[in-house]
Each structure stands twice: as structure tokens, then as C-alpha cells.
């Protein structure tokens, strides 16, 4: 595997006394996107790693692309506090077509007319290559 979707799987917690309680909005995302990520056309190609935490809490959820030559893009913004039903399938179809852009492209490249809605707003860094 060639490219990762990395995935925040603290985003959108309810906290009580310092302690996470039940699944965060982070921890639904992954499910969603690795019960999808077994019918993708580009599984081969992209390993989703669930992250513990990106450093964008108050930009919840987080997640980004990286590959080695390219730039790396960390979004947000994707939920705030609650998920609906119909968002929840949505997303991770979105989130796989701006994947499979980044792919076709060489240097990983994303303009925002090319992005799929939910990812058009909450760009939170475009890194360049090493």
C-alpha cells in the first residue's frame, strides 16, 4: 500500500471527569470507512490507519492523506457534535473519491473545485513533499 487515509479516532468525544465515554464521532467514521474500504477499488492502494489523536479538536473529524512524494492534506470539520444517518453513508463516499483524485494524481494535488463537498471547507494544512 502506497498511500494512507489516516483517521482521528478521538474527534467529536463527550468527556465526563476527564474520561472519554462511549464511541466518539472519530471511532464511527473508521467503522464506516473500513466496512466500505473492503469493496473500494483502490483498497490495494490506500491502508486506513485510525490515529489516537491529530491535534485538531476543536475541527472535528479529522482525517488525512498522505504518500511519500506528494503533499499530505489533513481535513476537518467533516462532523461536528452528531451524525445523521444519511451523512454517515454519505461521507465515506466522499471521502474515497477525494482519495481516489488524490491518487490519480502525482503529486497528490486536490484543488477545491475538484473536492467532493464535504470536503471543499475544512482544510486544515496542505504539507508540502520532503
Known sequence: MSHVLFVCTTCA????????????????????????????SLQAEFAIQPVACMSACDRACVISF?????????????????????ASELLPQ???????????????LLPWADRPAPLKKGILAKIPPI
Open 66 to 86: 498522505a504518500a511519500a512524494g506528494k503533499h499530505t492534506y489533513l481535513f476537518g470539520d467533516l462532523f461536528k457534535d452528531q451524525v445523521s444517518d444519511l
Open 13 to 40: 468525544s463527550v468527556w465526563q471527569n476527564g474520561k472519554r465515554v462511549g464511541e466518539s464521532g472519530g471511532d464511527r467514521l473508521l467503522k464506516n470507512l473500513q466496512a466500505e474500504h473492503q469493496n473500494w
Open 94 to 108: 466522499a471521502i474515497f473519491e477525494c482519495a481516489e483524485k488524490y491518487h490519480k494524481h502525482p503529486e497528490g
